[in-house]
């Protein structure tokens, strides 16, 4: 299993970007996939969901709902639309699959940084 993370960088302040983090060694399409980020000094946090149907879920407590997570099972991939980036944004964003209890992998992560 591989998760490959790509698109993060440096940007301004209320600029976009759109992450993308591409899939291989498992069944793509029937599994559910998280973003999740890790800011400097801070735990790691999820921060959206799209199940293997498309439904996305977010965390309403976030601070993060100018973020929208999509997928394309032909190409397997899923990918993070990032919106009015602000500062405390910046962190490394990591794509993630859970494949049974006890049995999850992680991608390399991607940097965004968010700064004039």
């Known amino acids: 299993v591989q998760l490959v993370e790509s698109g993060g960088g440096l940007v301004q302040p209320g600029g976009s970007l759109r992450l993308s983090c591409a899939a291989s060694?498992?069944?793509?399409?029937?599994?559910?996939m998280r973003w999740y980020c890790h800011a400097p000094a801070k735990e790691r946090e999820w921060v959206v969901s799209?199940?293997?149907?498309?439904?996305?879920?977010n965390d309403a407590n976030s601070g993060k709902g100018r973020f929208t997570i999509s997928r394309d099972n032909a190409k397997k991939k899923v990918y993070l639309q990032m919106n009015s980036l602000k500062p405390e944004d910046t962190a490394v964003y990591y794509c993630?699959?859970?494949?049974?209890?006890?049995?999850?992998?992680w991608g390399q992560g991607t940097q965004v940084t968010v700064s004039l």
């Open positions: 799209i199940s293997s149907a498309g439904v996305t879920t």
């Open positions: 993630y699959v859970l494949l049974r209890p006890s049995v999850d992998y």
């Open positions: 060694g498992f069944t793509f399409s029937t599994y559910t």
